[in-house]
């Protein structure tokens, strides 16, 4: 990658570990083509890629523009390759290149590693150098900026230490999100559970990420340009930060580079205590050319049968309400789904922010207190066992 014959006979020679050497390597390609956010910003409407694929490119006009901050850290990773690198030395280089100093923040060889696996240097810079960018709201409404640095640095410093996901589920705002759920139904919620789905395609994947769920950092970069971590990133910090919020993944064979589709999908509560689960549209990413006919069915069947694991509610959008009610047919023969309007219990987020085009019209809110939203349309999946809510009449379907 370094383009180096001399570095590549002294690794040889060095008998160094796989994992250095792929962490250099992965380190020496990120790095190497990167944008720099302390210089460009972010900004909406968009001025960065829109799309995950042309981020590995690499040929965008963000790109180009820093061109010289890329070749100076390609030249970095050099000069760490001329002598030993020890796993310190490279930790230490990774948290300069996302903007950190590692004063503030620690890290270990395998955090390190698992962020690059999962293309994480990009991201991370992103909210470590454009945090100015989200001291507000998309209607400019502002944010307090102690807050934002706080959930930035802990996201942060729990990717470093490899423990993003046990982070996102064991902080207290996380846990109080989550309060009142059983434990077995806590292990499903935090399950990365997936499913195949066959199309005259192919077969789809539907899964909510991997288990580390890394890939949330990516996940909003499948449509939707208003959540991204480098356009209206406060936006996406919701996302990364609570413990109730995760997506729902299309990865179809017939573009293999990544994940295709996104749907938000989070763990809610009523007025009256009951869990639910919340399932928002499902995004397609800008560039594929794929079939999606059968996706929004393939997530709901999704949706779905987590939500009867679970023994909780699942609500969606009421245009679905035919081909929801087909699903749970599927699931159960005395299957239930009826229209509501039910007002949501918004629990604190730890992302400081709320985002959501569906829960309110508010688009992305400041969020640390509990709030209850107004009365909220939507078609409910109710799986056997589980307590009707108040249905609009005539509303059972």
């Not at 930790?91 to 994480?120: W, Y």
């Not at 064991?170 to 292990?187: A, F, K, M, Y």
């Not at 069947?301 to 009610?325: E, I, N, Q, R």
């Not at 056997?384 to 005539?394: K, L, R, S, W, Y």
Request: with cysteine.
């Amino acid at each position: 990658m370094l383009g180096d014959a001399d570095l590549a006979d002294r690794f040889r020679s060095w008998s160094v570990s796989w994992k250095i050497v792929r962490t250099l390597k992965l380190l020496a390609e990120q790095a190497g083509r990167c944008i720099d956010y302390a210089s460009l910003g972010h900004g909406f409407p968009p001025q960065h890629p829109v799309d995950r694929l042309s981020y590995r490119e690499g040929q965008h006009s963000s790109f180009c523009k820093s061109r010289l901050r890329s070749d100076k850290s390609t030249e970095a990773v050099r000069e760490l390759c001329k002598i030993r690198p020890s796993e310190d030395a490279i930790c230490r280089q990774f948290i300069r290149e996302i903007g950190c100093c590692a004063e503030t923040v620690a890290a270990s060889l395998d955090g390190v590693l698992s962020a690059l696996e999962s293309e994480l240097l990009l991201p991370l810079r992103s909210l470590n150098e454009g945090r100015q960018w989200m001291y507000q709201t998309l209607s400019k409404a502002p944010l307090p900026t102690l807050e934002i640095d706080r959930v930035v640095h802990e996201i942060t410093q729990s990717v470093l230490e490899n423990k993003y996901k046990f982070w996102r589920y064991n902080n207290p705002v996380g846990e109080r999100q989550l309060e009142g759920l059983s434990r077995s139904q806590l292990d499903l919620w935090q399950e990365a559970s997936c499913g195949w789905v066959k199309i005259p395609s192919g077969t789809i994947k539907v899964h909510e990420d991997d288990d580390n769920e890394l890939g949330l950092f990516w996940a909003t970069k499948i449509g939707g340009p208003s959540h991204g971590f480098d356009v209206e990133a406060q936006c996406h910090l919701p996302l990364l930060a609570n413990a109730r919020s995760k997506v729902i993944l299309v990865s179809d064979p017939s573009y293999p580079h990544h994940p295709v589709g996104r749907a938000h999908f989070k763990l809610l509560w009523t007025t009256k205590n009951q869990p639910l689960l919340w399932l928002e549209t499902v995004n397609k990413d800008f560039r594929a050319d794929v079939d999606t006919g059968l996706w929004s069915a393939a997530v709901l069947m999704h949706a779905a049968k987590k939500a009867k694991a679970m023994g909780v509610m699942l609500f969606c959008d009421p245009a679905l309400s035919a081909m929801l009610t087909s699903v749970a047919s599927s699931l159960d023969q005395s299957a239930v789904v009826v229209q509501v309007q039910e007002k949501i219990v918004l629990r604190p987020s730890n992302g400081v922010t709320e985002a959501s085009d569906f829960l309110t019209n508010k688009h992305d809110w400041l969020q640390c207190e509990e709030e209850v939203t107004g009365p909220v349309l939507r078609a409910a999946y109710v799986p056997p066992g589980v307590e009707m809510p108040d249905a609009e009449p005539e509303a059972r379907l």
